[in-house]
């Protein structure tokens, strides 16, 4: 799968790129800009090209046949979203009895424009004392690249937004325009 992946990518004209230190363990991997349907397919392939295995929360929704077995099978966590504070208390309880899960998070929370990051991927990397990889995928450049910067929290969300934000700035989403740093 791994060559596979990166011929796809390559055909495409994309590049993955590792930087993760080893044996970070459980963490999460928090991908921006997050404007398109297409930053799944570049993300997951990206993913398979450095066998790094990788989850993602999904709406319960989907969880139906046929597709259910497919989305198990690519690292999907269901989650019923309309419980929003109880989804933060599954993931952590999902992180602490997990060993090596490395979940990816959009903290946009939508392909759409929106005024202000969520910081639900903060508190549950807080509870569940893991560290956040930040990671990216920028259409301008063609890369996908998850980075060797990791932020361990510290409770002072204010103060690791500003570095997260300094790492996001200048990375280009594939609609500009629906992207937003706060």
Known sequence: MSRLSRFILKLFGWKPVYRMPANIGNCILLVAPHTSFWDFPIGRLSAYAYKLKVNFLIKKEYFHFPIRHFL??????????????????HVVDVFKNSANLCLVITPEGTRKYTEHWKKGYYFIATAAQIPIVLCYVDYKEKVCCVSDVVIYPGGNYEKDFETIKQFYKGRVAKFPEDFNLS
């Open 72 to 89: 198990m099978w690519i690292g999907g966590i269901p989650v019923d979203r309309e419980h929003g504070s109880n989804v933060a208390r």
